[in-house]
């Protein structure tokens, strides 16, 4: 079974990687040799301070194997995989590279990066590893893998008289249920509205893609114009706050839900982490919400027979090709440590979704202080079909960016979405082809 993977970085990116692609070979690190002592591994992450899944992962494989300690390399998250791209043509990069965000795969590998690691074994039933295969080479291993579900504040709900959600919403029911909540809120007093749509093009484009099954590299766009018409509808009968009010004003998903500015709010499962830790420390206010299967643009696979689609692409963990031989084995250890069940429980134990989802790692993930605990919010976390965000081409990165665009044009009423799907079409045709 091939694993797919997706876009080219950007130009920067490529360039650097291509003048090193000669500077490091995965055939002269591929045959590791055994260490003699204790080995040190350094590992990349970003965050260090609020994302804690590097150092558990790490402190967990060291305590089942304390000859292996590793050390982590904090980057900066915003500029992280132009960094890591100039530490690997420098020579200075770690020993593990955090793959986070997939389009940037392919780039590492043309440059001859990143180590062959199709020999790490991994668990029957984990997702995304089809992200980080090319040409029936694996590069990188899953160990976690969010997707996007719908999260719900109930006592908005309640507040607003509106049922919540049952897990058979299409996207109509959805707006009609922002709709009602918008009424009530308002009746109650209260200025909160039923919705907030963040402004990232993923939030409509993402969920047309997955939920049609629809390729962005046919060049075709069509399919996405009813999930920009029933946006543009719900912003402007006021039921979630309108495209350029939410960029002026740089709104933050985590400040719109935690505040109660917003009774609904599609995201994505990292979410879950961070919405407990804020109302643990008082970032967000303290209210009772939950989490439902995202809302479905065909009653087919609503319901709790059924099972959803969304989408996402995971987090991987891959190897430097200049690696130590000594260090290979060790490196190869960790990695199947983590995508593994050992390293699913690590990472379910701080809520954070890994891509192995046993029922006992469902288990641990609800547990946490804080979580939800109703059976939806388990359904929702745990039952769906999960179509990977980019596409499996070099041609993906420019098209995202032409549909980036058209998200814009649209969202902010410069252009009909019909008009800027049309502009986007032609743009994709002249300037990027199609396949």
């Known amino acids: 079974m091939k694993r797919s993977y997706a876009a080219a970085a950007g130009i920067a990116v490529v360039a650097t990687l291509a003048l090193a692609g000669c500077s490091s070979s995965g055939d002269d690190a591929a045959a590791p040799e055994e260490s003699s002592g204790p080995v040190t591994l350094t590992m990349s992450g970003w965050s260090l301070d609020t994302t804690p899944e590097f150092q558990k992962l790490a402190d967990a494989f060291h305590e089942k194997n304390p000859d292996v300690t590793i050390e982590l390399k904090g980057y900066d998250p915003t500029e992280y995989n132009t960094l890591v791209t100039a530490d690997l043509a420098a020579g200075s990069a770690p020993d593990i590279i955090t793959q986070k965000e997939v389009k940037y795969v392919p780039t590492f590998v043309n440059g001859g990066q990143l180590l062959d690691v199709s020999d ?55 707006a009609d249920a922002a709709d009602a909540l918008t009424a009530g809120l308002t009746s109650a007093g209260s200025a909160a509205k039923g919705a907030y749509l963040h402004n990232w093009q993923s939030t409509v484009q993402g969920f047309a893609n997955a939920q049609t099954d629809s390729d962005i590299l046919k060049g075709k766009y069509d399919y996405m ?71 479905q643009e065909s009653s087919k696979t609503t319901g709790l027979d059924n099972t959803p689609v969304t989408f996402g692409d995971p987090t991987g963990l891959a190897i430097n090709a200049a690696i130590d031989k000594s260090k290979v084995a060790a490196a190869k250890e960790f990695l199947a440590f983590a995508a593994g069940e050992e390293g699913a429980q690590v990472l379910a134990g701080i809520g954070i979704t890994p891509a192995l989802l046993t029922d006992a790692v469902v288990d641990t993930y609800f547990s946490v202080d804080g979580a939800p605990t109703d059976d939806l919010s388990k359904f929702a976390y745990s039952t769906h079909e999960v179509h990977p965000e980019n596409p499996t081409s070099d041609k993906a990165a420019a098209i995202q960016g032409i549909l980036g665009d058209m998200h814009t044009a649209i969202m902010s009423g410069s252009q009909s979405p019909a008009d800027a799907i049309k502009e986007a079409q032609d743009r994709v045709a002249n300037e990027v082809g199609t396949d």
Request: proline content about 6%; aromatic content about 16%; glycine content about 8%.
């Open 120 to 174: 790490v074994e991994l668990p029957d039933g984990i997702s995304g590893a089809k992200s980080y295969e090319v040409d029936g080479t694996a590069y990188a291993v899953p160990y976690r893998n969010d997707s996007w579900v719908l999260y719900y504040n109930k006592a908005l709900f309640d507040q607003a008289g509106v049922e919540y959600p049952d897990g058979s919403w299409t996207w109509d029911d959805y």
């Open 225 to 295: 114009e009813p999930f920009y018409e029933r946006q543009l509808a719900m912003q402007d009968a006021g039921d979630q706050v309108d495209y350029n009010t939410a960029k002026a004003n740089q709104l933050t998903y985590q400040g719109e839900f935690g505040k109660q500015n917003a009774a609904m709010m599609p995201m994505g499962t990292w979410f879950v982490a961070t919405l407990i830790a804020q109302q643990a420390s008082g970032d967000a206010d303290s209210f009772d919400w939950g989490i439902a299967p995202i809302p």
